[in-house]
């Protein structure tokens, strides 16, 4: 079989033990398409082990823009008999060998790309005498060679946790805190040796060390997962009434309790909204994709210096480890420290810091606290596929992706982005005939907010809560 490819979409999964490599081979495979102009999506799939079990990653690749997977394979590559067994499908296979960079080269091959590239690629990499000497085997047994044209197209390829640091240094994070918990810990080796970043003890250490940070006018960042931000909601009640400035990056999983370790999951928006007792006000917000990632901790930074308030951005494991290809520039909102270094108390206190329970101050320092942030320029919302019509799907974060690949062509997609403060978007529901809500949760909790909000109860659900993804082929369906 030897034909160009000119107009398609490929789905390409690489299966395999943990400690095989199946990261490696996608990583470079989806970087090389990249170089070739071509739109590019990948997902992790893994189980929490050091070596052994089952691990995909699942490629998806076209010449129009992608930004999720599909249930159908067209290359299965299986380091392992088990990745044959579990991905059952009859289209191209490529196994029989244990190294992986054996099926690098058979891959270039079967997509007609220059080995040259892939030996730049590999130069990076140790052990490079090794590795080009398996490509080349692979590249030169392999048979089957389609050819994918090379486009003259430039796109940025990172994945949400790139975004979150990327965005944070831009918005000029001054140190890090964090205790390792998936899917959060990769923030951690995003920015260590670009930003001061620590490990403490505990969840509990690293929110309390962020906020004495703060008071001094440093600009902090924590991060966690469900688990972990648990344990800092006393804290974050802390900074609502001492009204001190941080940002906490939370990646939810599955819950609860240790949950699915390397699941995927947005149980943990009422979490975000509702943790912490009394009374104070807090920003959540939910990006989609790697560009939003990056814009949306910038304005998260800008909220809590300006209002003094905690802000929260709310990911999950499939953005944060997904890669995705774009052509946007995000736009990074600039924001100026304002701390002064006064008493902070976790008391009611005057505004100098002193502990004080007069009436008509407590009720002053309430109602500040609950009505912090004025009349802003940021998006909250967006409208995707046919603004005309009746059909809306709603929803927020990581399932942007699959919606907008799944969009069939009448129906329209509201993004939610900001989800406290909430944004106006009773207009539009009102305007639906029928509305769907897509969420990756049992109970679907934004469906929840929504009413509570704006009165309109959702009654079309489409929810997944088996720690998995939506995959675009199947939400289609669905929605149809």
């Given at each position: 079989m030897n034909y160009v490819l000119r107009k398609m979409k490929v789905n390409i999964v690489v299966g395999g033990k943990a400690g095989q490599g199946p990261n490696i081979v996608t990583h470079i495979l989806a970087e090389s398409l990249i170089d070739y102009g071509w739109h590019v999506f990948y997902s992790r799939e893994y189980e929490s082990l050091i070596r052994g079990g089952h691990n995909f990653n699942t490629l998806t690749f076209s010449d129009s823009p992608v930004y999720s997977n599909e249930s159908k394979i067209d290359i299965l590559v299986c380091l392992d008999e088990a990745t044959e067994k579990k991905h059952k499908t009859k289209v191209l296979i490529l196994k029989g060998k244990t190294e992986n960079m054996y099926y690098l080269g058979a891959l270039f091959k079967v997509l007609g790309m220059d080995f040259k590239l892939l030996e730049e690629k590999l130069k990076k990499l140790k052990n490079f005498e090794e590795n080009l000497r398996n490509a080349k085997d692979g590249f030169e047994?392999?048979?089957?060679?389609?050819?994918?044209?090379?486009?003259?197209?430039?796109?940025?390829?990172?994945?949400?946790?790139?975004?979150?640091?990327?965005?944070?240094?831009?918005?000029?994070?001054?140190?890090?805190?964090?205790?390792?918990?998936?899917?959060?810990?990769?923030?951690?080796?995003?920015?260590?040796?670009?930003?001061?970043?620590?490990?403490?003890?505990?969840?509990?250490?690293?929110?309390?060390?962020?906020?004495?940070?703060?008071?001094?006018?440093?600009?902090?960042?924590?991060?966690?997962?469900?688990?972990?931000?648990?344990?800092?909601?006393?804290?974050?009640?802390?900074?609502?009434?001492?009204?001190?400035?941080?940002?906490?990056?939370?990646?939810?999983?599955?819950?609860?309790?240790?949950?699915?370790?390397?699941?995927?999951?947005?149980?943990?928006?009422?979490?975000?909204?509702?943790?912490?007792?009394?009374?104070?006000?807090?920003?959540?917000?939910?990006p989609g994709n790697p560009d939003e990632c990056q814009e949306l901790v910038s304005q998260a930074f800008y909220f809590s210096q300006k209002y003094k308030i905690p802000a929260i951005v709310l990911s999950d494991k499939h953005l944060a480890e997904s890669f995705y290809s774009s052509e946007e520039t995000p736009e990074i909102q600039e924001s100026k420290k304002t701390t002064e270094l006064i008493r902070y108390n976790s008391y009611e206190h005057t505004q100098s810091g002193e502990a004080t329970e007069q009436a008509e101050q407590v009720k002053k320092n309430v109602e500040r606290r609950l009505k912090k942030i004025g009349k802003e320029k940021f998006v909250m919302h967006k409208i995707y596929g046919n603004k005309n019509a009746k059909n809306l799907v709603v929803s927020y974060g990581s399932t942007k992706g699959a919606i907008i690949d799944a969009l069939p062509d009448n129906f329209k997609f509201l993004q939610i982005l900001y989800l406290s403060p909430f944004p106006d978007i009773k207009k539009e529901l009102e305007k639906a005939e029928k509305i769907i809500l897509v969420e990756n949760s049992a109970t679907g909790m934004l469906g929840d907010l929504i009413r509570k909000e704006t009165g309109v109860e959702i009654k079309n659900k489409i929810l997944r809560y088996d720690g998995k993804p939506f995959l675009s082929d199947e939400l289609r369906g669905e929605l149809k």
């Open positions: 047994k392999e048979k089957t060679r389609w050819n994918i044209y090379k486009k003259v197209k430039e796109f940025s390829f990172m994945n949400g946790s790139q975004g979150i640091a990327e965005g944070s240094i831009k918005a000029g994070l001054d140190f890090y805190f964090a205790y390792p918990m998936t899917p959060a810990t990769p923030i951690l080796f995003e920015l260590a040796g670009k930003k001061p970043t620590i490990e403490l003890e505990n969840e509990i250490a690293v929110i309390t060390a962020a906020l004495g940070a703060s008071i001094t006018g440093t600009k902090t960042m924590v991060g966690t997962s469900g688990g972990g931000f648990d344990l800092m909601t006393e804290s974050l009640s802390m900074a609502g009434m001492a009204e001190i400035p941080v940002v906490t990056y939370l990646a939810s999983r599955p819950g609860p309790s240790t949950g699915v370790a390397t699941g995927t999951g947005q149980g943990d928006l009422n979490l975000a909204l509702y943790s912490g007792h009394g009374e104070f006000f807090r920003l959540v917000v939910a």
